[in-house]
């Protein structure tokens, strides 16, 4: 009976919550790509962490756990803004957003993905030749987050509102 209540529950808080408004102001539609990239920061420090601990621990699996879940939530975020309407001049803005979620999906083929070949018996110097590997992948990500920050100003000042820093 429990699994049925939970299962009832499930569908319901899918249906309420599994379709994701879209944003009809600017403040809005600003407030959504915005957290977008919050929520990618997040995930990232999760890796991060992640990364500690098997670095610590010898056991880099939890990494791969952690970097499919970013690669799911990029994928979701690539429909979900793709197919998102532009409100009021946004054009330029989403497409930002876009183009820094190609590149977080390519990062986490190219940067994230060879960590997981690490083990216990794996040198710090091949911890480190992988460290060192994403430091002109994470200057392409910077660049990338500028571009964003103009953009999004910029649909601010059009749109009447202002970026919190």
């Known amino acids: 009976m429990q699994k049925y209540f939970l299962f009832i529950f499930l569908i319901m808080g899918r249906s309420l919550f599994g379709q994701v408004q879209e944003p009809k102001t600017p403040f809005e539609l600003n407030e959504t790509l915005a957290g977008i990239s919050d929520s990618l920061y997040t995930i990232g420090v999760n890796w ?19 970097r499919v879940s970013l690669e799911k939530y990029i994928d979701t975020k690539i429909t979900y803004v793709s197919n998102m309407k532009d409100v009021k001049n946004s054009k330029a803005f989403r497409l930002a957003i876009l183009d820094f979620l190609n590149y977080e999906k390519s990062f986490c083929d190219d940067g994230l993905k060879p960590f997981e ?7 710090d110097a091949d911890k480190k030749k992988l460290l060192d590997q994403l430091t002109p992948i994470l200057s392409k990500e910077e660049n990338l987050l500028k571009a964003i920050a103009v953009v999004q100003k910029k649909y601010a000042e059009e749109n009447g509102f202002t970026i919190q820093e």
């Open 48 to 66: 991060g962490n992640a990364f500690n601990e098997a670095n610590q621990s010898g056991d880099f699996s939890a990494i791969k756990t952690v």
């Open 117 to 123: 070949n690490l083990d216990s018996k794996s040198s």
